[in-house]
Each structure stands twice: as structure tokens, then as C-alpha cells.
């Protein structure tokens, strides 16, 4: 029988980072690494600065390089994990989105249909034509912008961008343009994702009323399996995008044509939507870059939603102090979350103990994301959970370095009596509540939820949601509890 001999463990440190690092040869930029995650300083700056060191360095970081001498952004990503996953706390950096995309280019469809043109009129307040300025605006200056106007088709915008952002009658100043008695839902969003080049964002401004060419006696109920199917079919076949929906709200004065009825004349507010599209790269860095801060968040924004395709990944922490904790536990460190000798309270046998997590790159509201009904929680003890946004009074010298990044603190509380359990915890994948809330299944009159709703828009965005849904569960955690 031969006996191996263990290896030291700064060796076997080196034996495990061979595949990805010579021991010893990245420690300036292993120090630079560690000094980023520390400080917080984890933005796309610090990236950079990361990036140009191996640059710089070519025969030293030549593993880091690909074949062309670029930034390798895969494995730079796997080095800086395997740096974080060595501090105490351990430390992860999402640095995906920043790889490879340098500039984004944007490029709005703004619709033009009978149904569009009373959003914007002199006497209203302009939220839709803001909405869309704001748009153009929160990209840096110096980005390719690009307009086009839609209805049966797609038509290039005849002037500049600058144009466009002073124009106080955009309406007016694109009649003519196509043929604004329908909207030709399939087209469109098949030329958008077909145009779709890295690094692009679309962007459609719409009322979301599907509204195909000769519908004259077809019911309604064919027209929302026909828009539904549509949406599935199209968002199907491209895969690795992601699409958010904004909803506004906008003065509206004029003529309304309904689906099956007499137009009719209605001032007061009306909903409408941008339906932003991009790679799931690219829109995660609208999520997390500060330069296109406003995109996703932006001024009058009422209800929103991501479409995902998968289970993400979530960051979390556990908050080894927290002012909401009872019991006692041990955070063992490896891999997974797992707490050891744990106790329950010498009064009430409850264990209780909080992560600190990330949920900000799922890009849903919070009412979705504080909401205990839209998770499940199994577990043998039966632990319950409770979800709160952090805030900055949250903040204190002793737990900042776990509440920096995070977004949301998740708290469970059981009854401590299994020597061994495990509690998984997900976010249900489906629709939010405000997309059945916000649909009318008719619109013939102004009465009722007019001003808040969209005909049929829960089967349009219903389609989009069945071909991108993915996995059940937006994220899933599980924390192992051991005595």
C-alpha cells in the first residue's frame, strides 16, 4: 500500500488554481483583485482597470488572454470568483456584464397608430413623448441612436435625433407615415429581434392594443388566442434575450377606436408601454452599470416587469449579527450555505437568522419581491419567511461589509427541533399581479377601469411570459442547518 503524503496547503491552494492561474505569477493583480472586493469598489471602472493590467502584460497574464489578446471575460470572471471565494466573508463580483460590450446602441420603434396619436397633445401633459426623451437621454452622449416609426411596418425616422427630442408635435410632424389604421404586432417584433446586433437595445413605445389588419367579425376571444400564440411564437425563437416592460400612465384626449364598437371621444389618463429588448448580457448591464442609470428606473415609471429565460443566480450573505436573529448558529465556510451548531432560543426554541441578498438584476418591483406569498419555503421545521428592502439606516460599522451590493434582507424564522434540516427558498416564475390588473377584456366604453387598463394585455404579455419563462422559480437558495 503507498502512502500519499498531504501537501501543504499553500500548495495545494496552487494545485487547485493551476487550471486557471501559475501559482504565485497573477499576485499583483490577485492583490489588485482582493483590494476592489474589500473597498466595494465594484464597478465597471475598477473592471477596467483590472482588464488593463492584464493587457498591459501580456506573457504575464497570457492565460487571461484570448488567442486574439483580448480580455478573456470568462475566465477573468472565474479568477475574480476564485479570489472572492477565498475572504472571509467570501465575496462575488458579477463582472459578466461587462464583458465584451463596451458602447450600447439603442434604437426606439415609436408607434404611430390612430390609437397613439392622442398621447401627445399640446394641451396634455407630454408623459409619453418624456417617457421617450428620457429614454434617448439616459444613454451617454456619443451613443448610436436610431428612430423608427411603426404601424403596418417599420419606417426609418427622416431626422435627426436632436429633432426628435425638441419636437412638440411628433404626431403631426409623422402623419403620413404607413398606415396608422393597424399595428402589425408579428412583423415588428420579428424585424426588432432579426436587426438585434451585440450590444443593442430596442426599445418599442406602444399601447400594447393588438390590433392586426382585418379583424372585421372575429370575436374577441380569437383575437386574444391569436395575440398570445403570436407572442410565443416570435419570443421563441430567440434565444439569450431579455425583455422588460415599463407601464406609464399619459394624458390622453381624442378619439379612441375601440376593438368591436363606435369610436368615441375621451380625455383623462391612459396607460402605455416601453418594451425594452436586448441580449440578457446587455440588459443586466442597464441593471448594474451606472452610466445607463434611469433606463430601467426612470421618472413616472408605475409597474414593471423582466422577462428571464432560467434561474439566476442570486449573491447572498448571511448576517452572522442581525438585530432580528434568535438562537445561535455557526456560518461554516465552503461551499453552499451552511450553518452549524445551531440552537434554538432557551425560551421559545425558534431559530432565526437573515441573508443579506442581491435581487436588484431580476429587475422586479418590490412589491413582488417582499411579498412572502410569491415564494416557497419547504423545510422540516416548518420556517417561515419575511423579506424587507435594506435602507441606508440598515447600515452599521459591523455589518456593512455584508450588506454592501445586497439589496434585500431575508429573514426565517422555525421551530428548532431536527437535528439536521434543510431549507430551500424560491421566487415563483410568473406573471406579477399588475398584468391581470391592468388588462380589460373589452373597451368599448370609457367607463369602468378604462383609464387603467389595456385590452387583452395580459394575453400579449401572457405569450411573451410562456416563451421566455424558462425555469419555475426565478432563483433557489437552500441553507443546510446542522446541530
Known sequence: MIKMRRLPILLMTCVLLAGLTACGGHGQLEKAVRSVLVSGDTTRAAYDSLCSMVTDNPGKYQDLLTPEGKVDHKKMADFIDQIGSQLRPPMHWNTRPYGGVDELSLTVYFERSGSMVPYDQRGGGGQL????????????????????????????????????LKDRDIYQSTAGIGDASYTDFQLIFNKILEAQKPGNVSVLVSDLIYSPKDTHGVSLDKIFNEENSLATRVFARYKGKSV????????????????????????????????????????????????????????????????????????????????????????????????????????????????????????????????????????????????QPIEQSMVTANNKSYLDGMTHVLTLVGDHKSPRDEVHISLRNELPAWVRQSSSTSDTSASGSFATTTLGLEQLLGGIFDAMKGGSSLFEITIQLQR
Open 244 to 387: 422588460v416592460v415599463q407601464q406609464f400612465m399619459g394624458d390622453y384626449s381624442g378619439k379612441y377606436y375601440p376593438y368591436n364598437g363606435v369610436p368615441f371621444e375621451y380625455s383623462g389618463k391612459r396607460p402605455f408601454y416601453l418594451v425594452i429588448i436586448a441580449d440578457s448580457d446587455v440588459m443586466d448591464l442597464l441593471a448594474q452599470d451606472s452610466r445607463y442609470s434611469g433606463v430601467l428606473d426612470a421618472t413616472g415609471l408605475r409597474n414593471s416587469y423582466r422577462f428571464n429565460q432560467g434561474t439566476s443566480d442570486v449573491e447572498c450573505r448571511v448576517l452572522p449579527d442581525w438585530k432580528d436573529n434568535a438562537g445561535r448558529f455557526r456560518v461554516k465556510h465552503g461551499d453552499g450555505i451552511v450553518l452549524s451548531k445551531c440552537e434554538g432560543d432557551r425560551q421559545t426554541g425558534k431559530l432565526c437568522f437573515s441573508l443579506a441578498a442581491n435581487l436588484g438584476s431580476l429587475l422586479k418591483d418590490d412589491a413582488l419581491l417582499t411579498d412572502p406569498a410569491s415564494y416557497n419555503v419547504e423545510s422540516i421545521d416548518g420556517y417561515t419567511l419575511t423579506i
Open 129 to 164: 413623448k418624456k417617457a421617450v426623451n428620457d429614454l434617448i437621454n439616459h444613454f451617454p452622449a456619443g451613443s448610436k441612436v436610431d428612430i423608427n416609426i411603426v404601424n403596418d411596418g417599420i419606417y426609418p425616422y427622416q431626422h435627426t435625433v436632436d429633432e426628435f
